[in-house]
């Protein structure tokens, strides 16, 4: 980790980042649709320094697989009063290959909507990076004026 000079923001490093990526459970896939981005929250596993989760068909496999995808996660940490966020940018390609999808069945990733997921995709990194930073004192919270 590498502290910024006003201390308020440190740099984490690829390590740090997955150490975190492994204590969350859903995340945002932001992919690109029709020239126009697009963000979907998923619920996710990290598998040998790779992010997978399962889809259906329509607009998120469409358009990650084969593609090059951000992946982001935030936490907070109310004791400490910290907060995180990691972001994976890399290529998402599904699982079609035999033996790597009877493994990646075996993680425990199970989608929390009741449809069937039957696609797997695998985001391979090609850039990690993460920042963790002391929360700001909120300001009081006024009441909407009317007027």
């Known amino acids: 980790m ?3 000079p006003s201390d308020l923001m440190v740099v984490l490093d690829e390590s740090a980042c997955w150490a975190l990526l492994r204590t969350a459970a ?7 649709v029709n020239h126009r981005p697009e963000i979907f929250p998923i619920n996710f596993v990290v598998d040998h320094a790779t992010v997978v ?3 259906a068909e329509g607009t998120k496999l469409d358009w990650s697989a084969g593609r090059d995808v951000a992946f982001e996660v935030d936490g907070h940490e109310p004791e400490s ?3 995180w966020s990691v972001v994976v940018k890399g290529l998402a390609r599904e699982i079609k290959q035999m033996y790597e999808a009877l493994d990646a069945l075996e993680l425990p990733l199970f989608p929390w909507h009741a449809s069937s997921k039957p696609h797997i995709v695998r985001i391979e990194p090609e850039d990690v990076t993460g920042r963790r930073f002391r929360v700001a004192d909120a300001p009081p919270r006024h009441p909407a004026h009317e007027g």
Not at 26 to 32: D, H, K, S, T
């Open 26 to 32: 859903v995340g945002r896939l932001a992919i690109v």
């Open 2 to 4: 590498s502290t910024q």
């Open 53 to 55: 989760f399962r889809t």
């Open 81 to 83: 009063g910290e907060a």
